[in-house]
């Protein structure tokens, strides 16, 4: 069956929606991971509910702030990867990349503040208006998820509808 549409889902890619529904999520792997298309990840997958950014865009974002590089780089380099999606309107789960999890379990609470300022600009510029409170909580709280998912030696994906 396809992502309900009064998920708001959405085609895979880098398009920025005003409403989507964004569930970062923990599991021991890729295969895994790809059970949670079709309905999301609760209840099988512990997971930390976000929505309105597109999550897709963010990752790069965020790696390129915590761990250098370009966003066209990272883009041309397949990330973030899909493990699971539709091409036509539908939902989406990718995995964030190693490099990704390791920059935020080993960043300390205030470069995670910058990293989350930073963003707050880079989408201003965009006209993406995301307050600088909620830009905090999403970094800081998807650190804290990467490092626990790290200590149970499993992966953290995200699940977008």
């Excluded at 493990?83 to 789960?93: E, H, I, K, P, T």
Aim: aromatic share 8%; glycine share 8%.
């Amino acid at each position: 069956r396809t992502c309900p549409a009064d998920h708001g889902c959405r085609q895979s890619g880098h398009d920025a929606r005003v409403s989507i529904i964004v569930k970062f999520f923990v599991a021991p792997d890729d295969t895994s991971a790809s059970l949670a298309l079709q309905s999301g990840p609760e209840p099988a997958f512990e997971s930390l509910s976000f929505g309105n950014f597109d999550p897709e865009e963010a990752v790069l974002e965020w790696e390129c702030l915590l761990a250098g590089g370009s966003f066209e780089d990272l883009a041309e380099a397949g990330e973030p990867r899909i493990v699971a999606g539709q091409d036509n309107d539908g939902c989406v789960v990718f995995a964030l990349s190693p490099r990704l999890s390791t920059a935020l379990a080993d960043a300390e609470h205030a470069r995670l503040r910058d990293v989350a300022a930073s963003w707050t600009r880079l989408r201003a510029e965009d006209g993406e208006v995301i307050g600088t409170e909620i830009a905090d909580a999403i970094v800081g709280d998807l650190a804290a998820f990467v490092s626990s998912a790290r200590r149970q030696n499993q992966s953290v994906y995200c699940w977008v509808a």
